[in-house]
T-cell receptor, first 110, second 113 residues
Framework: GENVEQHPSTLSVQEGDSAVIKCTYS??????FPWYKQELGKRPQLIID?????GEKKDQRIAVTLNKTAKHFSLHITETQPEDSAVYFC?????????FGRGTSLIVHP | EAQVTQNPRYLITVTGKKLTVTCSQN?????MSWYRQDPGLGLRQIYY???????DKGDVPEGYKVSRKEKRNFPLILESPSPNQTSLYFC????????????FGNGTRLTVT
């Protein structure tokens, strides 16, 4: 089955800095890569996703890049703000079942 | 409002006492699933359902049961809960099993003593 590795497990940045979270996957058949944000005590919510026919996607301060050859994808957050502090999960979806990374706790210091 | 509704939000029970966590979605989604979230382990899938009357095991199905008699409902059943099932549980649904995002419920925090 699919295996998704996510790094780092914890990321601490100063407000205004950029943050990058990286994920690798094992199943070359995976074709959908969503990212979820989970604020403390709340449910995970989709923030951005990318499909295998696209190399990069942006939404304001958030971008995701995908390298299918190397089987890795990354989340980029620019100009971080304290409200970006949360746990971020990547996922890879191939046949039917999405597989999640173990999450990255992002801490943005004011 | 489109949503996934889980109940209860908090549940404290004792070992061996059967319980059910309900999950309902109003978005006509085909795919539904249950996850448990434990510190350092992320989201692990318990069971999933591709459509009515179709269910299958995820990564950690031991000690759990599910059913999908109607499209909107996907209850999680613990026949004989044990302390190692103390966790935060999320129900989620998506339009299809393919490239559509998951919508999560608000979670159920279960404590088994």
């Amino acid at each position: 089955g699919e295996n998704v590795e996510q790094h780092p497990s914890t990321l601490s940045v100063q407000e205004g800095d950029s943050a990058v979270i990286k994920c690798t996957y094992s199943d070359s058949a995976s074709n959908y890569f969503p990212w979820y944000k989970q604020e403390l005590g709340k449910r995970p919510q989709l923030i951005i996703d990318i499909r295998s026919n696209v190399g990069e996607k942006k939404d304001q301060r958030i971008a995701v890049t995908l390298n299918k050859t190397a089987k890795h994808f990354s989340l980029h957050i620019t100009e971080t703000q304290p409200e970006d502090s949360a746990v971020y999960f990547c996922a890879a979806k191939g046949s039917y079942i999405p597989t999640f990374g173990r999450g990255t706790s992002l801490i943005v210091h004011p | 409002e489109a949503q996934v509704t889980q109940n209860p939000r908090y549940l404290i029970t004792v070992t061996g006492k059967k319980l059910t966590v309900t999950c309902s979605q109003n978005m006509n989604h085909e795919y539904m699933s249950w996850y448990r979230q434990d510190p350092g382990l992320g989201l692990r899938q318990i069971y999933y359902s591709m459509n009515v009357e179709v269910t299958d095991k995820g990564d950690v199905p031991e000690g759990y049961k599910v059913s999908r008699k109607e499209k909107r409902n996907f209850p999680l059943i613990l026949e004989s809960p044990s302390p190692n099932q103390t966790s935060l549980y999320f129900c989620a649904s998506s339009l299809t099993a393919g490239d559509s995002p998951l919508h999560f419920g608000n979670g159920t925090r279960l404590t088994v003593t």
